[in-house]
């Protein structure tokens, strides 16, 4: 079973470059999302997708990119890192709006940007 | 917009003492709440949901939250705290009807005293 997969666990980038964190489920959910977590601040989405072709902003889009070709997959992309993106990134899915639908996240993605 | 809240960013308890994590939701629509806990340098996992059926919900590891609509309250108990019970706890509420955005509070990282 493997879930949400999440790759890679750890990164460190220099300011400016580019990256992609990759997100794999194996579940058919149709509901995927990305969020970061901060100290003191929980977590807080990035960017999430509906369906394939399907995205939209969060409540902090700005310096990420999204795109969801695929059900299964659902990459970010850091077009030009900035230290104030150094953060743990999850990635979550889920079915659509049901009765409180679980939604579950991959492992995290520890990203250092200097 | 459905948001919730979480006193206290850390939280020590002494083994065998209750724990008690206190969560608010804020909600223009019956919501659905979650408790997720994250153990050190991993993802989070479900503890608990409230999907309007019992309001005193069930939990692995012993955990257990009342839904109280009156106070607008979701908190998170346990009866006897385990060295093991120590990670980052996160209350989150999604309104029905949505399209499964969770909305986090902003954790509440738990001590266990020996």
């Known amino acids: 079973n493997a879930g949400v997969t999440q790759t890679p666990k750890f990164q460190v980038l220099k300011t400016g470059q580019s990256m992609t964190l990759q997100c794999a489920q194996d579940?058919?959910?149709?509901?995927m999302s990305w969020y970061r977590q901060d100290p003191g601040m929980g977590l807080r989405l990035i960017h999430y997708?509906?369906?394939?072709?399907?995205?939209d902003q969060g409540e902090v889009p700005n310096g990420y990119n999204v795109s969801r070709s695929t059900t299964e997959d659902f990459p970010l992309r850091l077009l030009s890192a900035a230290p104030s993106q150094t953060s743990v990134y999850f990635c979550?899915?889920?079915?659509?709006?049901?009765?409180?639908?679980?939604?579950?996240f991959g492992e995290g993605s520890w990203l250092t940007v200097v | 917009a459905q948001s919730v809240t979480q006193l206290g960013s850390h939280v020590s308890v002494s083994e065998g003492a209750l724990v008690l994590l206190r969560c608010n939701y804020s909600s223009s629509v019956p919501p659905y709440l979650f408790w997720y806990v994250q153990y050190p340098n991993q993802g989070l996992q479900l503890l608990l949901k409230?999907?309007?059926?019992?309001?005193l919900v069930k939990g692995i590891n012993g955990f257990e939250a009342e839904f109280k609509k009156s106070e607008t309250s979701f908190h998170l108990t346990k009866p006897s705290a385990h060295m093991s019970d120590a990670a980052e706890y996160f209350c989150a509420v999604h309104s029905r009807g949505g399209n499964n955005r969770l909305a986090f509070g902003k954790g509440n990282q738990v001590v266990v005293i020996p």
């Open positions: 579940m058919n959910h149709e509901y």
């Open positions: 997708s509906v369906g394939a072709g399907i995205t």
């Open positions: 979550a899915s889920s079915q659509p709006t049901g009765p409180g639908n679980t939604i579950y």
């Open positions: 409230y999907t309007s059926a019992a309001t």
